[in-house]
């Protein structure tokens, strides 16, 4: 069974700092997906960003990178210039193939932005 | 313009009742899906539809039934509720690997 580890309840982080939230997986699979979602209060799940397993260049969007390790079986989230509307809990989840399939989810790490 | 909506947004019932949520989403994908978040916040698969069929089940009490009546709708009934179904429902859609999520539906159960 696929599992997704997110080893960090809670993050806090001032504002135009830099954050990592780690995120580690676990499968025997080749091809999947991983992927960032952001729920902030209004509760609103959003894409934040995602990486095809097969690629060795790290996704980016914006001020936000992954840095991924598939040996490590590690997907870490990095926010450069963290800004007050970062805050939120992130997720990271796991797809198996791309056709259907279910996301596997983490526990979920909470953001707090300071100014 | 909304991409993936789900009515109601608040859904407050009295155990033993039966209750709708519905789904709609005008992104023109194939696959949609629910998920529940539980009270800590975690996040699991019920259902998954494509072309209006079922090819996800993932162990949900047979109270729940989703129901497809086309590909840009499904809808999830639940009867006979119970304290333990009070979570937020949420719908998503694809079309590939990524997966779009509606506003979800708090469900209180009293």
């Known amino acids: 069974a696929q599992t997704v580890t997110q080893s960090q309840p809670e993050m806090s982080v001032q504002e135009a700092e830099t954050v990592t939230l780690s995120c580690t997986y676990d499968?025997?699979?080749?091809?999947?997906?991983l992927f960032w979602y952001k729920q902030p209060p209004s509760r609103q799940m959003i894409l934040v960003i995602r990486?095809?397993?097969?690629?060795?260049q790290n996704a980016t969007e914006n001020r936000f990178s992954v840095n991924f390790q598939k040996a490590a079986k590690s997907f870490s989230l990095k926010i450069s210039d963290s800004q007050l509307g970062d805050t939120a809990m992130y997720f990271c989840a796991f797809m198996v193939g791309e056709y259907g399939n279910k996301l596997v989810f983490g526990a979920g790490t909470i953001l707090r932005v300071k100014s | 313009d909304t991409a993936v909506s789900q009515t109601p947004k608040y859904l407050v019932t009295q155990m033993g009742n039966d209750k709708s949520i519905k789904c709609e989403q005008n992104?023109?994908?194939?696959?949609m899906y629910w998920y529940k978040q539980d009270s800590k916040k975690f996040l699991k698969i019920m259902f998954s539809y494509n072309n209006k069929e079922l090819i996800i089940n993932e162990t949900v009490p047979n109270r729940f039934s989703p129901k497809s009546p086309d590909k840009a709708h499904l809808n999830l009934h639940i009867n006979s509720l119970e304290l333990g179904d009070s979570a937020v429902y949420f719908c998503a859609s694809s079309q590939d690997d990524t997966q779009y999520f509606g506003p979800g539906t708090r469900l209180t159960v009293l």
């Open positions: 990486q095809e397993a097969y690629k060795q």
């Open positions: 992104l023109g994908h194939d696959t």
């Open positions: 499968t025997s699979e080749n091809n999947y997906y």
